[in-house]
């Protein structure tokens, strides 16, 4: 039915002068796809076109007297949609809504509902209503996907993070026992045999949670978590303790380590030296590994100096296996190494390289790599840092006192039982009275049966964790007892999610025994920085030891004279041999000298004497090969 016939007898006096306007209206309707409808002011239809049939299964004489409305009436209906729909509709209003409708057949689409009031000349009477219905089921499905897909990888993320967090507590709780008990040992006297073996555990646990500590970084560089230091440093000093700590790896593969600084650099810069620490053990740690024959160097100097920051070089070379080409661009990759033999060989996890990278980048830096198959590598870093003072230097740490918590009543939550004698006997050293709770629920009943100065709480345990148990003691207990987190989860937000709870620190395990300390002293309003030596454990090694040579000799001492007697008539011919070498800079005959030495020095348990000397050899080699 045409739509003249339709207005016919619908139409006041007042309407017949808009009915041509109308007329055209709606021969552009008539060629729309989408579904259209004129409707009286009340809503109700009385002509539809071709495509709102089309749409909707419904022909015009089906819609005559009902409203749009009603299409979108239906189990998937948005009622708070509907309503508004209906009052613009009797109030003049336009709208332009997305919402479910339902066809003849009882199938449903999603449509883009627009409503377009028509006025009388004088504007303040509605005397049509012009609708368009669209479908936009494709556009909502994409859409869909698209906040599917989305929600998919926030859960993935979600679970990855998880993942590492409970990978994190899992293997860093045993991981803090391992590390402090050790430490605690480290104390007392030990054989020379006893100290090497707890060495090797203590330095086997340490590179362990240097891999924990990479899956870690990755992840939370990934997250944007990662955040970085901004503290006074001296960079001489960052690169000293790098060359000290890789020193005995190259030494041990008879490899030359050297470290040059040009005077350039300035002494005092603001940054990360922990970051930049990491980077550099790993780059030289590298070296020394793909190195069998040679020499590793590191050497440092400035770029450039501008607005108060200076850029800094540093390069790390060595003369070992090197790589293709085509492999150096790809060495930043995670979990990439340049074929199967080399993992089998060297081991890695394939990290390092690509934390380095992520670190420099986060410092502002650069990082680039020049090598050749057989020939060696050369590591480059150019890193912008502010110029410092000797003022911007943290200030060191004073001695504790050990009797410093004498006194304090210290609840330690904590379901592990490795890491309850760790930390019973970590504060015991300091005169604290523990006592101990296996799950958050004991803690709570605890608390609610004695008064105590400080609770120490694991986050993750059975029956209750840790936070659950915090937030039931500030609500029901106590709101003003300190409660300090001890967590191995390192995941960043873990400090927010604690706070949150009710908790008033963090400490993340493995700890290290003077940043606990710190922390129960700061909250216990106790001042750590009181010296007092007579009190602390004395932690100083012996400076030689005997029985090494009585193990060997089986209480023989007849052979525990005829040894000490030999180290007295030889060893100073030894010194001797080794100065005459030094000062005509024959080095081979003076390592062949201190070779002789170093069994006589095992054996006697010297172990600080060989520091020593090993470190006073090699500075004044070095000094001797500068000034050559």
């Not at 449903?108 to 669209?134: C, P, T």
């Not at 503290?231 to 593969?253: N, S, Y």
């Not at 400490?507 to 009190?535: G, Q, Y």
Request: charged share 25%; with cysteine; hydrophobic share 40%.
């Amino acid at each position: 039915m045409s739509i003249d016939k339709l207005l016919e007898g619908h139409l006041s006096t007042e309407e017949n002068y808009y009915q041509d306007e109308l007329k055209r209206l709606s021969l552009v309707a008539s060629a729309n796809e989408n579904g259209v409808a004129f409707c009286h002011p009340d809503g109700t239809i009385f002509w539809t076109n071709e495509g709102f049939s089309k749409l909707t299964g419904y022909s015009t004489a089906e819609m005559k007297n009902r409203t749009p409305v009603e299409l979108c009436k239906g189990s998937l209906s948005n009622r708070t949609v509907l309503r508004g729909m209906v009052d613009d509709f009797l109030n003049g209003r336009n709208f332009d809504v997305e919402v479910i409708h339902y066809r003849k057949d009882g199938s449903w689409f999603w449509g883009r509902a627009k409503g377009q009031a028509i006025f009388n000349d004088q504007g303040n009477k509605v005397i049509q209503y012009f609708a368009i219905i669209e479908d936009i089921t494709d556009r909502k499905n994409v859409e869909a996907a698209l906040i599917e897909a989305r929600e998919s990888a926030e859960e993935s993320s979600q679970a990855k993070e998880t993942f590492l967090a409970n990978m994190s507590h899992e293997i860093r709780t045993p991981m803090n026992a391992i590390l402090g008990m050790s430490r605690q040992l480290q104390k007392t006297e030990l054989v020379a045999r006893q100290r090497r073996y707890l060495d090797t555990i203590h330095s086997a646990a340490e590179n362990l949670l240097v891999i924990i500590n990479d899956i870690l970084d990755i992840s939370k560089i990934e997250a944007g978590k990662l955040t970085l230091e901004k503290i006074g440093f001296r960079i001489r000093d960052v690169l000293t303790r790098v060359e000290r700590v890789m020193l005995h790896k190259a030494e041990e593969k008879g490899l030359r380590l050297s470290l040059s600084i040009e005077d350039s650099v300035c002494a005092f810069l603001l940054g990360d030296p922990y970051r930049l620490n990491q980077v550099l053990l790993n780059l030289v740690s590298n070296a020394i590994k793909f190195t069998e024959h040679g020499s590793v160097s590191i050497a440092c100097r400035s770029m450039e100096n501008k607005q108060g920051r200076q850029t800094v070089c540093l390069a790390v070379s060595d003369t070992g296996i090197g790589m293709e080409s085509t492999f150096t661009q790809n060495l930043f990759q995670k979990f990439l190494q340049e074929d199967k033999t080399v993992a089998r060989k060297f081991g890695g996890t394939g990290l390092g390289m690509s934390i380095s990278k992520q670190l420099v980048e986060l410092m502002e830096g650069t990082i680039d790599v020049c090598s050749e198959k057989g020939k060696g590598t050369v590591i480059h870093l150019s890193i912008p840092f502010e110029i410092g003072q000797e003022s911007d230097l943290p200030v060191k740490k004073a001695p504790v006192d050990a009797a410093i918590l004498k006194g304090s009543n210290i609840l330690l939550v904590e379901d592990n039982e490795m890491n309850r004698l760790l930390a019973n006997t970590v504060l015991n050293n300091y005169g604290a009275v523990v006592s101990e709770a296996t799950n958050g629920q004991e803690a709570v009943e605890a608390v609610r049966k004695n008064s105590y100065d400080l609770i120490l709480m694991d986050v993750q345990m059975p029956v209750m964790d840790g936070r659950k148990a915090t937030t039931v003691i500030r609500k029901d207990l106590d709101q003003q007892i300190p409660i300090i987190a001890l967590t191995a989860n390192a995941i960043k937000g873990e400090m927010e999610i604690c706070i949150g709870a009710g908790m008033n620190d963090y400490v993340s395990k493995p700890f290290e025994e003077d940043d606990l300390i710190k922390v129960i002293c700061h909250w216990l309003r106790k001042d750590p920085a009181v010296v007092m030596e007579n009190t602390r454990i004395n932690t100083q090694k012996p400076m030689y030891s005997l029985e090494q040579l009585k193990k060997a000799g089986r209480g023989d001492d007849n052979f525990m004279h005829k040894m000490l007697q030999l180290v007295i008539n030889q060893l100073p011919l030894s010194v001797k041999e080794i100065k005459d070498a030094y000062g005509a800079q024959h080095f081979d005959a003076l390592g062949a000298a201190a070779h002789r030495i170093k069994p006589v020095l095992d054996n006697l348990c010297i172990y600080e004497l060989m520091d020593e000397i090993a470190t006073k050899v090699t500075d004044d080699i070095k000094t001797t090969l500068k000034n050559a």
